[in-house]
């Protein structure tokens, strides 16, 4: 009972603020005296920086503050008595701040009395404002004018002006300060006058800025790694640390030695030096500390900051444990919810099972087959808490020990639950819940269904798998994440999950020219799991459409249209005129899959999908659809209209050309004759493609495979099989054509200043034709500028959508239905004005319409 | 008319969108009886759809827009529909809008007319009454005479009157730029004596001073385009001044718009800007053919404009006004906001996502917001 209140138990707050010195001592577990780190034996030294009352990073050894071993021991702070006090970096423009704005005699804030109040109550509104960076901001301002004060309103004292020099120096017309100085001005600073710098002396003192005190961390912060020649190598941290010792140490006996003034100061810099880049080694204005061999050491800021320090990497960013990471290839078999888990990954990743009285001989028998049988068990918990792997030798005894209580630790099964996810994760559909069903083979096995969300192929691609572990976890995955949950996409409303690929093109051949024997169709129905096969109309020959309609429920109506414009017409569940194609059926597509959603609920409608694509990849099969070389084929009219059409296109650019070199061209307002022609150019060819496009388009063959592909919308546009057929086109170049190359032409091939067609990219002839040297060249500099431009963008719309992750991560839909960010400002009085969940709407509405035809 | 008031009776319960699309799609032949029925499955629809408290609908829309603009193109610039001038599109415009930006790349203006222009008429002629115009366009020569050091300046006199700008004094206008200098008017020429002697570098800064002296127009217009959308005729400019363009009496001053957000911040006010960013971005997304939802772009409209300023997505906006130390610091330059943090002992109340990650807590946003109250205590009494 106990322990589990303490589970329940938050963070409800965290408070920044200065350490005091006092208080550096009071949490400090050591005073570090010695820069020696081991004896001869290797042993920490007492009172040196591995001192084992700073923590244990060494098996077998005992933390002498908690008495606890490695990995229980959280460590310690130790701290250090400077022989000079010193600046600490991070604080310089403060101190700055503090010795303007305040008198060097008295330490009054530099405003006289009478005017207090009025700059007190200008801040403080600031403050409320814009936060504490406009407090800040115009504090400064008013400093500046109070900087002509050459007088102390309150004690007359003459002021002087204070310079900072590089990091850390302070100068008062040019007469260096010393930190000692510096701090005792800062410690005659009264309390009331530093709330006016925005600073909470109750927290931090100003005069804590210069360090006194040293705080040494502890050591399990900065663990020494032991080399593979049994070497010691310290952590930056402490090989910075040691200097500062060494220094510190120096100075003290030589002031102790009654050295003289200048061996003093120059060692008081140089442990200035050494603490500045102890807090910070990246500043520009100093030189890095650096390693014996030339790379910068890492110290405190460094471990802090950027992508790779502690705040993003390791304290934003977690790993995670009960993970796989494989590549994935594709089973159309599957169902849509299902990942295809590899055997050998199943044994190792695991799910908590306790013990009760009723699952006992269950769970027994996991234990019973350990480790290397399948389904068996790799270890069990007892209720302490205790871990026991299950082995060969203890596989009797434990089996022995378990008892109501206990917890196996049993391999994956076929349906149980996983987070199935592929990187970039742009969007929630790319972390989707999957039931396991355990598979021979090494890959994860996904339905190609579910491409579109992960937007995953299957060229190499790497995806990682997920084992939630506790009751809790795992019916949010069920219930939040699981595939059907997420078919209708947050972004636009509409089906994200639909047919694709073969499927397409099967379902495709299916509704639109397939017949088939009722055996044939008994065939399709049952590899897409039908077994009832009774709305199959009773006749010899029956038609794809009536063979899908089997799938469709039988009270579903729609009306739409197919691709092309065709109308498509669904009554009561049988495909009444039209065909499918992937306007109807495919990913994002139009209302037919959103429809069945919102109808039949997320379950039914995944079955119903899964059922579409394997029809359609069985349809595909049974049919055969392989590309031919002859569906690119013309016929002798065709191809003589085509040359036409580009013939007479070059004759037009020639034409244009001409006029351009007389003059003649008439330039669009704003633009140069050159820009023109350019453009005018451009428009001609452009025309030309696609004119001979239509013309390869009006002659192919409706049923040749290239075509069922474009047609069906499951790959490729006509406009490609027209490139392959008849002409390639204009190999557009940052918007226009290639003009770049040597002086005057593209290539070393045309002479110089020719503006023709051919000599700036224009592929006259198709991808069957094949390509002139020259021409594959520009193909290629086309190719290597999209490459450029998508290497490009991947950066910037990663940072963009970095930040508009941050700036409304805290945004939430309230129990008022306002929405709210984390300090409860209202944003929005009703999410999106209407207060609809984009993925609960049909495309972003409420479809009246629709209501209103069903309500009689 | 009984069936309007038994609609609107509804008004209160559901969004004015809704109610329309309803009076829009009821059939004539409707009775009352069917009437309450399908008021009564619509207002049940509109409540299921409703988003469920907790949803965190900030993280949708970050997500619905971060995600498609991995497949916009970079391509900067593009045909805003109109062959003659070049605009930012796709990717850099949507970063430049959710920046705020305050200097855009391509800024422009869209004048819409009123009635008679709007149907062409001068088209030509008010586009040029708009473009600034400076003093060279207006002369024929300026010529420096160095051996008397004095500039003199020939006037365009058939220009100036072409353009209907004989009323502004040039001389005054010449004497204004060229203050220390003693200037006269004979006819169409103006001479400028030089008092100071063999400063030819003087003379020539100041030839090029007055070369680019502000003459007519609208300042900051640079160029002007009149051009047609389906049956009306606009004007589009690159630079921008609202303030000026509005004060035009063939001006439609109900929808003339700027594509920079401040401008229509300063001349329209926060809901104008507000709106305009929406409208941007949502008009790249289009253009594009990518398909978001307009209530993700409102949100983050609504967010950067809340507070009655514009504020951009990015550290020194949105994110500065975070609440949390710890959010702030996770985004960028962590160490500054510590150390702020410090210096004035705030405290951090763990009251968003990232914190709460931080520390391994649960977020307070969808399943992580409800709250079960356990007390253990009185369990305790009670055994």
């Known amino acids: 009972m106990e322990e589990e209140i303490k589970a329940t138990r938050k963070v409800k707050s965290i408070r920044f603020g200065l350490m005091s010195p006092r208080m550096i001592k009071e949490v400090a577990a050591a005073k570090v005296v010695t820069p020696e780190l081991y004896d001869k034996e290797g042993y920490p030294v007492d009172g040196g920086l591995m001192d084992i009352r700073l923590g244990v990073i060494d098996p077998g050894l005992v933390c002498k503050t908690d008495g606890q071993k490695l990995k229980e021991s959280l460590g310690h ?17 403060i101190i700055l701040d503090l010795l303007r704005g305040t008198c060097r005699e008295c330490g009054r804030v530099l405003i006289p ?44 004292a003459k002021q002087k002006k204070v310079k900072i020099e590089k990091p850390t120096t302070f100068t008062e017309n040019d007469k260096r300060i010393t930190p000692i100085e510096v701090r005792t001005r800062l410690e005659k600073i009264p309390d009331r006058d530093i709330y006016i710098f925005g600073i909470n002396p109750e927290i931090a003192r100003p005069e804590w800025m210069i360090l006194t005190i040293l705080p040494i961390p502890p050591v399990t912060m900065r663990p020494s790694i032991t080399l593979e020649s049994g070497e010691r190598s310290e952590d930056d941290l402490t090989h910075k640390l040691g200097d500062i010792v060494r220094i510190n140490q120096r100075l003290f006996e030589n002031i102790n030695a009654g050295a003289p003034e200048i061996i003093i100061e120059d060692l008081w810099d140089l442990l200035q030096y050494h603490i500045t880049t102890y807090f910070d080694n990246d500043d520009s204005q100093i030189p890095p500390a650096r390693h014996r061999s030339g790379q910068p050491l890492k110290t405190l800021t460094t471990r802090i900051k950027s992508k790779e320090g502690r705040i993003r990497h390791n304290l934003a960013g977690k790993r995670t444990n009960f993970s796989a990471r494989t590549v994935i290839s594709p089973d159309p078999r599957l169902e849509l919810n299902e990942v295809g888990v590899p055997l050998s990954v199943a044994m190792k990743l695991t799910i ?46 434990l089996i022995e020990e378990i008892q109501p209580g206990y917890v196996v630790e049993r391999h994956l099964m076929d349906g149980d639950i996983s987070i199935f996810n592929r990187q970039p ?51 949010e995955a069920e219930e939040l994440m699981q595939v059907q949950t997420q ?46 096969f009774s709305r199959l109309p009773d006749k010899p020959l029956i038609s794809g459409n009536e063979v899908f309609s089997v799938l469709i429920p039988k009270d579903f109506n729609f009306i739409g249209t197919t691709k092309k414009g065709d109308p498509i017409i669904i009554e009561s569940g049988n495909v009444k005129k039209g065909y499918l194609d992937s306007a109807n059926l495919g990913e994002g597509s139009g209302l037919m899959l959103r429809n069945i959603n919102k109808r039949y609920g997320a379950d039914k409608s995944l079955v119903i999908l899964g059922r579409f694509f394997r029809m359609g990849v069985q349809a595909a099969h049974k049919m055969g659809v392989s590309v031919n070389l002859a569906d690119t084929d013309l016929d002798a009219k065709s191809e003589k209209d085509i040359k036409n059409i580009i013939e007479k296109a070059e004759k037009r650019v020639d034409e244009l050309i001409e006029l351009f070199r007389k003059g003649k061209l008439e330039a669009l307002t704003g633009r140069t004759e050159e820009e023109t022609l350019e453009l005018r150019i451009l428009e001609v060819l452009n025309k030309a493609r696609n004119d001979s496009g239509k013309i390869v388009a009006e002659n192919a063959k409706e049923n040749t495979a290239t075509n069922i592909m474009a047609y069906s919308g499951a790959k490729g546009k006509t406009l490609n099989i027209a ?25 070393s091939c045309f002479s110089q200043g020719d503006l023709g067609t051919e000599a700036h990219g224009f592929i006259a002839r198709g991808f069957k034709a094949g390509m002139k040297p020259n021409e594959f060249f520009f193909m290629a500099m086309t190719g290597r500028d999209s490459l450029m431009d998508t290497a490009l963008r991947t950066p910037k719309s990663g940072y963009l959508y970095r930040r508009l992750a941050n700036a409304l991560q805290d945004l939430r839909v309230e129990y008022d239905l306002t929405v709210r960010d984390a300090s409860n400002k209202i944003i929005q009085f009703r999410y999106g004005e209407d207060g609809l969940d984009v993925s609960k709407t049909r495309g972003g509405v409420v479809d009246v319409k629709k209501i209103i035809e069903q309500t009689t | 008319m009984d069936k309007e008031k038994l609609i609107d009776q509804y008004a209160e319960r559901l969004p004015k969108r809704i109610i329309q699309d309803v009076k829009a799609h009821l059939p004539k032949n409707c009775d009352t009886k069917r009437l309450k029925k399908i008021m009564e499955a619509v207002v049940s629809e509109y409540e299921d759809t409703l988003a469920e408290p907790g949803e965190s609908v900030g993280l949708v829309a970050a997500e619905s827009i971060g995600e498609p603009s991995t497949q916009m193109t970079l391509r900067t610039f593009h045909f ?49 009454r708009i473009k600034e115009r400076k003093l060279k366009e207006f002369v024929k020569e300026i010529s420096i005479n160095i051996v008397e050091n004095t500039v003199k300046i020939d006037l365009d006199k058939k220009k100036i009157e072409e353009y209907e700008q004989t009323h502004i004094n040039i001389l005054k206008l010449v004497d204004k730029a060229a203050k220390g200098f003693k200037t006269k008017q004979e006819g169409d020429t103006i001479f400028i004596d030089t008092v100071k002697e063999d400063n030819l570098n003087e003379i020539y800064k100041l030839k090029e001073k007055i070369k680019n002296l502000y003459f007519c127009g609208i300042k900051n217009i640079t160029q002007v385009l009149p051009i047609q ?23 439609d001053t109900f929808r003339t718009k700027s594509n920079d957000i401040y401008e229509m911040r300063r001349v329209f006010g926060i809901e104008a800007a507000r709106q305009s960013i929406i409208n941007e971005v949502t008009a790249m997304f289009e253009s594009q053919g990518i398909d978001i939802d307009i209530r993700h772009v409102m949100l983050v409209a609504d967010m950067m404009t809340n507070t009655g300023e514009i504020m951009g997505i990015n550290r020194t906006g949105i994110v500065k006004d975070k609440s949390s130390v710890l959010a702030r610091a996770s985004f960028e330059t962590p160490i500054k906001h510590i150390i702020q943090a410090a210096m004035s002992g705030e405290e951090d109340y763990l009251s968003s996502v990232i914190e709460n990650v931080m520390i391994n807590q649960p977020v307070p946003l969808g399943s992580g917001l409800p709250k079960l109250i356990a007390n253990f205590d009185n369990q305790k009494n009670k055994r």
């Open chain 1, 77 to 93: 702070f130790g701290y250090m008595s400077l022989a000079r006090p010193v600046v600490h970096v991070k604080f310089v423009r």
């Open chain 1, 113 to 156: 009395e009478q005017k207090r109040e009025a700059i007190v109550e200008q801040l403080d509104r600031i403050e409320e404002e814009e936060g504490m960076t406009g407090r800040r901001r115009e504090f400064l301002s008013a400093i500046s004018e109070l900087k002509t004060v050459s007088k102390c309103p309150h004690c007359n």
């Open chain 1, 352 to 397: 908590p099972e306790r013990i009760t009285e009723w699952n006992f001989e269950y769970l027994k028998k996991f234990v019973d087959r350990g480790p290397k049988k399948y389904p068996g068990s790799n270890y069990i918990v007892r209720p302490d808490g205790k871990k026991k792997k299950i082995t060969d030798e203890t596989r009797e005894q």
């Open chain 1, 425 to 475: 994760s742009l969007h929630r559909m790319s972390m989707m819940c999957h039931r396991v069903k355990v598979l021979p083979g090494n890959t994860f096995r996904l339905n190609p269904a579910v491409c579109a969300p992960y937007n995953a192929d299957f060229d190499g691609d790497e995806m990682n798998l997920h084992i939630p572990q506790t009751e809790e976890a795992r019916s």
């Open chain 1, 487 to 532: 078919i209708v996409s947050p972004r636009y409303g509409l089906s994200i999950i639909g047919c694709n690929m073969d499927a397409l093109s099967g379902n495709y051949l299916l509704t639109r020219f397939m017949k088939v024997t009722k055996k044939e169709a008994v065939d399709l129905l049952s590899s897409c799991s039908i077994t009832d």
């Open chain 1, 723 to 747: 490139q392959m057929a008849a002409c390639v086109g204009q190999q557009a170049y940052r918007g226009g054509r290639i003009n770049k190359g040597f002086k005057g032409r593209t290539l």
């Open chain 2, 80 to 128: 805003a529909g109109v062959s003659e001038m070049n605009v930012t599109m796709g990717l850099p415009r949507v970063i430049e809008v959710l920046d705020a930006r305050k200097t855009l790349s391509t800024p422009m203006t869209e004048i819409y007319l009123k009635k008679p222009y709007s149907d062409g008429k001068d088209i030509k002629k008010i586009s040029q």
């Open chain 2, 229 to 251: 959308r389906g049956d009306e005729f606009l004007i589009v400019t690159a630079g921008i001044n609202l303030k000026e363009i509005l004060k035009l009496d063939f001006v």
